[in-house]
DNA sequence: CTAATATACATAATTTTCTTAGGTATATAA
DNA sequence: TTATATACCTAAGAAAATTATGTATATTAG
């Protein structure tokens, strides 16, 4: 995580992703898996990730659900219909802006 | 431009990946060459560009000379030798963190 | 037994980096 | 002569992080 500068702007989409991929997850278990997705590249801090949940869940993209498991508070969260919408729209946007990134970056100098 | 803000924290490095690629370049030409190179997809506004190149520069990134070309005021921008160090640096890490950001983004869903 | 680590949530102050909106000025094309 | 393109700049505000806390329980190590 040197330079989690870098993931300004892509946490709502990653967030948004990952609960694409199955019924629901809570915070903890998000952090994690981004972890082993990028093999410990990308680390959320919890000052990122909790009131990126709870924006999410204001603007109805995801809804809700407390629970005690093993003696510990959980909140899992899942994609309402608008946040399958959305994760599809932001997704692809999100790809779009890496290809076009990926332009630039790999640019081959102009004949200096 | 749509979701120019997918932009966060990569401006600098697109900045620093462009002027590696010939000897000097202005304000105006970077706008234009981003926009070129992308398609139309990134447009750089004015706001974000030149405090960005002011604080490369005050950073000891980038020097500059100033001209008048064709009766009207030009400021080149050009890297340092620790401008050229950390240009290195920057779209390294820039992109491993696109790499990272695909497998998110391109992963299956797991068996749902 | 107890101290450290992992799990699990949360917020507040600050900083960085944009957007939006404005300002100045010259050259060229309609 | 009016709009557009070229060319620079800054200020106010918003968005989204970082950093630093705080609370609390479970598990592992010494």
């Not at 997850?25 to 990028?38: A, H, N, R, S, W």
């Not at 990126?52 to 498991?69: C, D, F, N, P, Q």
């Not at 093993?70 to 919408?85: I, M, N, P, Q, V």
């Amino acid at each position: 995580m040197k330079d989690s500068k870098l993931l300004k702007g892509t946490l709502q989409t990653i967030i948004l992703k990952l609960l694409s991929g199955t019924d629901r997850m809570y915070g903890y278990e998000i952090t994690q898996q981004v972890k082993q997705l990028t093999e410990g590249e990308f680390v959320l801090t919890e000052g990122a990730l909790y009131p990126a949940l709870h924006k999410l869940e204001a603007e109805g993209l995801l809804a809700t659900e407390s629970e005690i498991v093993d003696g510990r508070a959980r909140k899992y969260y899942s994609l309402t219909a608008k946040g399958k919408e959305e994760q599809v729209a932001k997704v692809q946007d999100a790809l779009t802006f890496v290809e076009k990134l990926q332009l630039i970056l790999n640019a081959k100098p102009s004949i200096s």
